[in-house]
């Protein structure tokens, strides 16, 4: 199986400030036939189901703000806030679909300072 | 609207059985590929089953192979998990997740929750 690690496990943000959330997986999701990251970042608020926000490791849903943005590749890959709001205070979790199971990072949770 | 509403949660003892239900609207069931997805109280995402759009393939995650099964109705638009030989482990919100092109899980209902206790 594929291991996901988040880092931080938790992050306090002033209001307007950037948070960034790292997110390592045990083999590359990198596949080479459409030089594509199997990479997929999720927002789950409490009480509530999750969110999608970004795939393919960086291309952000519709209707997602353009704050959020996800970069990297292959092993190694970061979600950014680049101006922390109110309403992002939420739990962040990264997924690969690479390969099954689809495993997920343990989540990293985001609160403002 | 995309709508996707799980039932069937409940409190049921180690070694019983309980079947859940993803009922969708808003979109053609027919032509997507579903997932089962499990949180443990106060844990993080664990992914279970995959069905695709014509019921074949399916894959499961390890800790569940053997005991639970996807299964879907395209005629009534619904997703089904029948659990089998719970465990306390077992307990958690499930929620079943649409299938974006095998990219992401692009919709997700509310979720149901399933306490194995005796």
């Known amino acids: 199986d594929i291991v996901m690690t988040q880092s931080p496990d938790s992050l306090a943000v002033s209001l307007g400030e950037r948070a960034t959330i790292n997110c390592k997986s045990s083999?590359?999701?990198?596949?080479?036939?459409?030089?594509?990251?199997?990479l997929t970042w999720y927002q789950q608020k409490a009480g509530q189901p999750p969110k999608l926000l970004i795939s393919w490791a960086s291309t952000r849903e519709s209707g997602v703000p353009d704050r959020f943005s996800g970069s990297g590749s292959g092993t190694d890959f970061t979600l950014t806030i680049s101006s922390l709001q109110a309403e992002d205070v939420a739990v962040y979790y990264c997924?690969?679909?690479?390969?099954?199971?689809?495993?997920f990072g343990q989540g990293t949770k985001v609160e403002i300072k | 609207e995309v709508q996707l509403v799980e039932s069937g949660g409940d409190l049921v003892q180690p070694g019983g059985s309980l079947r859940l239900s993803c009922a969708t609207s808003?979109?053609?069931?027919?032509?997507?590929?579903m997932n089962w997805v499990r949180q443990a109280p106060g844990k993080g995402l664990e992914w279970l089953a995959y069905i695709s759009s014509k019921g074949s393939p399916i894959y499961y995650t390890d800790s569940v192979k053997g005991r639970f099964t996807i299964s879907r109705d395209n005629a009534k638009n619904s997703l089904y998990l029948q659990m089998n030989s719970l465990r306390v482990e077992d307990t958690a919100v499930y929620y079943c997740?649409?299938?974006?092109?095998?990219?992401?899980?692009?919709?997700w209902g509310q979720g149901t929750m399933v306490t194995v206790s005796s």
């Open positions: 997924q690969q679909y690479y390969t099954t199971p689809r495993t």
């Open positions: 083999r590359s999701v990198l596949y080479s036939s459409n030089n594509k990251n199997y």
């Open positions: 808003g979109f053609t069931f027919s032509i997507y590929n």
């Open positions: 997740a649409r299938d974006k092109d095998d990219v992401a899980f692009d919709f």
